[in-house]
């Protein structure tokens, strides 16, 4: 049943729902059975919920080597999130699709979209999901030599780290300028 306080609450319920989706990522047929039994709480939002799944869907097929069912999904996503308003699932949508890009080896594609990725992060101020963002870029651009736009994208990310403490992403980030300066 749909009411006021389920319509006010849905940005909080909206926030629980994308962490279920990465729950149940690897288990597409639950996290489909989860999404409708949602959509009868939020029905004027079934489309927005479908993003989550055909997100989830997309990461599931990368992780089991279907990337061209992975890509279809994921573009779904991304049709479903840009006709909603902006947050992080776009930008990691993007981002997946990036990483999608690279490991089929078009490095030049995965660029394109994970500079799409870099300018969704603005609009959500989601730092952490910038700095691997940031970092997914400097690979792609290592891997078409392009070594000074990787080491900006790299210390861009060892910024954000550092400003942050975000210790969790500082190795990978060092890692990668390190690799680039060798």
Same mark, same amino acid.
């Given at each position: 049943?749909?009411?006021?306080?389920?319509?006010? #609450?849905?940005?909080?319920?909206?926030?629980?729902?994308? #962490?279920?989706?990465?729950?149940?990522?690897?288990?597409?047929?639950?996290?489909?059975?989860?999404?409708?039994?949602?959509?009868?709480?939020?029905?004027?939002?079934?489309?927005?919920?479908?993003?989550?799944?055909?997100?989830?869907?997309?990461?599931?097929?990368?992780?089991?080597?279907?990337?061209?069912?992975?890509?279809?999904?994921? &573009?779904?996503?991304?049709?479903?999130?840009?006709?909603?308003?902006?947050?992080?699932?776009?930008?990691?949508?993007?981002?997946?699709?990036? +990483?999608?890009?690279?490991?089929?080896?078009?490095?030049?594609?995965?660029?394109?979209?994970?500079?799409?990725?870099?300018?969704? @992060?603005?609009? @959500?101020?989601?730092? &952490?999901?910038?700095?691997?963002?940031?970092?997914?870029?400097?690979?792609?651009?290592?891997?078409? #030599?392009?070594?000074?736009?990787?080491?900006?994208?790299?210390?861009?990310?060892?910024? +954000?780290?550092?400003?942050?403490?975000?210790?969790?992403?500082?190795?990978?980030? &060092?890692?990668?300028?390190?690799?680039?300066?060798?």
């Amino acid at each position: 049943a749909y009411s006021k306080r389920n319509k006010k #609450n849905f940005f909080v319920a909206d926030q629980d729902i994308q #962490n279920i989706s990465y729950k149940y990522e690897l288990r597409p047929l639950e996290f489909q059975q989860f999404t409708n039994k949602i959509s009868t709480v939020f029905p004027d939002n079934i489309k927005y919920l479908w993003r989550y799944y055909y997100h989830a869907l997309g990461r599931f097929q990368m992780f089991t080597a279907n990337p061209a069912n992975a890509e279809k999904n994921m &573009l779904v996503a991304l049709a479903f999130s840009r006709a909603n308003t902006a947050d992080s699932i776009e930008s990691s949508i993007l981002n997946n699709l990036g +990483i999608l890009y690279q490991n089929d080896g078009n490095h030049t594609k995965a660029v394109s979209f994970l500079q799409d990725a870099i300018r969704e @992060t603005e609009k @959500t101020d989601d730092e &952490l999901l910038r700095v691997n963002i940031l970092l997914n870029i400097s690979y792609s651009y290592r891997m078409i #030599n392009q070594f000074r736009k990787a080491k900006l994208f790299t210390q861009e990310a060892i910024d +954000i780290c550092e400003r942050m403490k975000a210790m969790k992403f500082l190795p990978r980030a &060092l890692s990668a300028h390190s690799s680039i300066l060798i």
